[in-house]
């Protein structure tokens, strides 16, 4: 008892002005643990090597190119940035980049996908030939591999018809994240099989270490050549059909610029039977998930029902806004691609997308969830304390 008042007696000889200063030195110094601390976990990705800046392809005689190197939109748009900045008449209000070569552009982020792979470049390549080619070699592009079972079999018009006020043309970027499995023989080979010059339109670019699904679609992105670029999943889980749908939803929303940035959504599914029938915990997980991004999130992206879906398109113009601040190479990557185009005053439009589940998931649903719970809140912290910056 003698002990408990000689602390309180103790406490009535301090001056209330020395209270407050050693209060006042606990919240800055909590505050500069946390933002040192903030600076360590966030994720800052790596250079890419040399060799990633390459690409293989399928040649007229049927054979494997050797590495050819990747155009880079992005190492231009940076070179002539840093030079502006040297002059002093650099402004991030109004980037350019450089002139589309073709119409359309679709990354395909893969990792061990040497199952999958094939169903999904055969419904993609059937549709980009048909809407965007100029050839229709073969209509079953992948010879004998299985089709989609409610895939429609339609015959390519072989040409873009005139008037549409468009490039001509489409490529295809699979991007192997580090893949131990057959890939790259595998996407080669769908090549190999496609024939004509459309072979030529798949690009195989491997990633020597695995970065995550968002590292693979961001690299892919700096070298697309198109007005338009789509990523999309290697499972063909989305109705590659349904691109035409983000591309007139793009279309309808560009501002002066030309920018636009169209997401597939799976939000009309919540009902049916397939998540109907999901497990308890992933629609628990995917429900968190849903209402922390509305608490952490600005405004633009918050109303976003879907903001997961790995179907996204952007017009050209925008990528200057988005790809070279992107940070996440994880699942929350898209997360981030939405709240840049928010920051950027990219017109966004959700459209909703036909989909089905696939087997072979390499999402963890438990562990998954968590680390996109925490890479959510990283990243929220990250731009809003300055950590990542427009610079």
Not at 89 to 118: H, I, Y
Request: contains cysteine.
């Amino acid at each position: 008892m003698d002990f408990f008042q000689y602390f309180v007696n103790a406490g009535q000889q301090v001056s209330l002005p020395l209270v407050a200063s050693l209060a006042f030195s606990f919240v800055v110094g909590l505050a500069l643990l946390f933002y040192l601390g903030l600076f360590i976990v966030a994720p800052i990705p790596r250079a890419p090597l040399k060799s990633e800046k390459t690409f293989r392809t399928i040649e007229s005689n049927g054979h494997a190119s050797e590495q050819n190197q990747l155009p880079c939109w992005q190492d231009i748009y940076d070179a002539e940035k840093q030079a502006a900045q040297r002059k002093g008449d650099f402004s991030d209000k109004n980037p350019e980049v450089e002139e589309p070569e073709l119409c359309m552009s679709l990354v395909v982020p893969a990792f061990n996908e040497e199952e999958r792979l094939g169903i999904m470049l055969t419904e993609a390549t059937e549709y980009l030939q048909r809407e965007y080619g100029d050839l229709a070699p073969k209509l079953q592009a992948n010879g004998n591999r299985a089709r989609r079972k409610d895939a429609k079999h339609s015959a390519f018009n072989g040409h873009v018809s005139p008037g549409r006020g468009r490039l001509d043309g489409w490529e295809v970027l699979v991007v192997s994240d580090g893949s131990t499995d057959k890939t790259i023989d595998t996407a080669l080979q769908f090549a190999r099989n496609l024939g004509g010059q459309a072979a030529s339109c798949i690009r195989v670019i491997e990633l020597h270490e695995n970065r995550g699904k968002g590292g693979a679609v961001t690299h892919g992105l700096r070298h697309v050549r198109g007005q338009y670029a789509i990523f999309a999943d290697a499972d063909g889980a989305s109705e590659f059909q349904d691109l035409g749908r983000l591309v007139e939803a793009a279309k309808k929303i560009e501002d002066r610029q030309g920018r636009a940035m169209a997401v597939g959504s799976r939000a009309h599914l919540v009902g049916s039977e397939a998540v109907v029938k999901r497990s308890f915990l992933r629609n628990l997980l995917m429900h968190s998930f849903h209402l922390l991004l509305r608490l952490l999130t600005p405004p633009a992206t918050a109303a976003i029902r879907d903001t997961q879906c790995g179907f996204k398109l952007l017009s050209r113009p925008s990528l200057p806004y988005i790809i070279p601040y992107m940070h996440s190479e994880g699942w929350i990557f898209d997360v981030e691609m939405l709240m840049l185009a928010e920051s950027a005053g990219i017109p966004v439009a959700e459209v909703p997308i036909g989909w089905q589940e696939v087997k072979g998931s390499k999402l963890n649903v438990l562990w998954d969830s968590l680390g996109m719970a925490w890479g959510l809140a990283v990243l929220r912290a990250a731009w809003g304390l300055g950590v990542y910056r427009r610079s």
